[in-house]
């Protein structure tokens, strides 16, 4: 079964940058489309953006303009580029392959 793990998050400051990688343990179901969510503290877990066949892109319409996703075929790896954070990108970010099961996530907290 694949495995999806993600890797990257840290503390930065607001209007600081953070790269999270999701890498797979073999090739991504190409059926699917590759998503990142998030779940911050006391929420529920929300769509993020995603990269389907084709390189098609979609971003949940709030942060569009600040994360962008991109993918490796090559290294089964999944980014999100994040830009301008502020403290309430705090969440912990997962990344989500069809039937794969959800991984641990990365913590990322924004906060000066």
């Known amino acids: 079964q694949v495995q999806l793990v993600e890797s990257g998050g840290g503390l930065v400051q607001p209007g600081g940058s953070l790269r999270l990688s999701c890498a797979a343990s073999g090739s991504f179901f190409s059926t699917y489309g590759v998503a990142w969510y998030r779940q911050g503290p006391g929420n529920q877990r929300d769509f993020v953006a995603g990269?389907?066949?084709?390189?098609?892109?979609r971003y949940a319409d709030s942060l569009k303009g600040r994360f962008t996703i991109s993918r490796d075929n090559a290294k089964n790896t999944v980014y999100l580029q994040m830009n301008s954070l502020k403290p309430e990108d705090t969440a912990v970010y997962y990344c989500k392959n069809g039937p794969t099961p959800w991984g641990q996530g990365t913590q990322v907290t924004v906060s000066s």
């Open positions: 990269i389907y066949s084709g390189g098609v892109t």
